[in-house]
């Protein structure tokens, strides 16, 4: 019994001409979505059902990304950096426009020298980490000026905008600005007392400084005694 209605079944479903008064009801529902074909019919659904996942959308939250991508300065950048602009001035440097050149600058009888001590890191807020050297500036007399200055990390070109005079004969040792506290530096450098001459060097300086724009701030230091 049941193996004859099940015969039944596929014959009205493959002609639709001879078995239309038995089947009608049937048959009209199977004509209405796709007019007898209704294996095509039911491709249409899992279509539609990828269309919602097709998008890009899922890739569009990548893009403010590359907004804050520039990397960090490096040491190598300001060699070929500029050191005082118009609303920048260095101590020390003369009046106008000073920029290096592979580490160097000359005029008006001065010379301007990029030092090797560097520290990366944070020192003005923002994500992006800047950069913080020393430089000496070489008069026609005795004079060699030491300062240091902070490069701020403009879409990754250093920008000066922060500076502080260290003496006369006063090299830096070094730079560190992954101290502790947030956007801080530590300078170490050799200094004497005040009563000393300038042609001597006594004192090995720790000094913290911290960017108060235009100036590198001291916050504090301590000293040991040093012996050439």
Same mark, same amino acid.
């Given at each position: 019994?049941?193996?004859?209605? %099940? ?16 089947? *009608? ?35 569009? /939250? ?11 300065? !490096?040491? @190598? ?23 290096? +050149?592979? *580490?160097?600058?000359?005029? @008006? ?9 560097? $520290? ?9 980490? @800047? ?10 007399? %005795?004079?060699?000026?030491? *300062? ?19 003496? @006369? ?23 004497? $007392? ?7 060097? !006594? ?8 960017? +108060?724009?235009? !100036? ?7 000293? !040991?005694?040093? %012996? /050439?």
């Amino acid at each position: 019994m049941l193996a004859s209605a %099940t015969v039944g079944c596929q014959d009205t479903g493959g002609d639709g001409a001879g078995a239309g008064p038995t089947p *009608g009801k049937s048959a009209g529902a199977s004509k209405a979505p796709g007019k007898g074909e209704g294996k095509e019919s039911a491709n249409p659904s899992p279509t539609a059902s990828k269309k919602p996942t097709e998008p890009a959308e899922p890739t569009e /939250p990548t893009k403010p990304g590359k907004d804050t991508s520039a990397g960090a300065l !490096t040491c @190598d950048q300001l060699r070929n950096a500029a050191l005082q602009t118009p609303s920048f001035r260095f101590p020390d440097a003369p009046a106008g426009t000073v920029a290096f +050149t592979d *580490g160097r600058w000359e005029g @008006d009888g001065v010379v301007i020298e990029l030092q090797p001590q560097c $520290g990366i890191g944070d020192m003005t807020g923002d994500p992006a980490e @800047d950069a913080v050297a020393a430089v000496k500036v070489t008069t026609g007399g %005795t004079g060699k000026f030491y *300062g240091i200055v902070t490069w701020r990390n403009d879409s990754g070109t250093p920008v000066p905008v922060a500076a502080a005079s260290l003496g @006369d004969r006063t090299p830096v040792e070094s730079i560190d600005v992954s101290s502790p506290a947030p956007r801080q530096a530590t300078v170490v450098y050799l200094t004497r $007392g005040d009563s000393e001459p300038s042609a001597i060097v !006594t004192i090995r300086r720790s000094a913290v400084y911290r960017v +108060t724009e235009p !100036t590198l701030a001291e916050l504090h230091h301590s000293d !040991t005694p040093y %012996t /050439p």
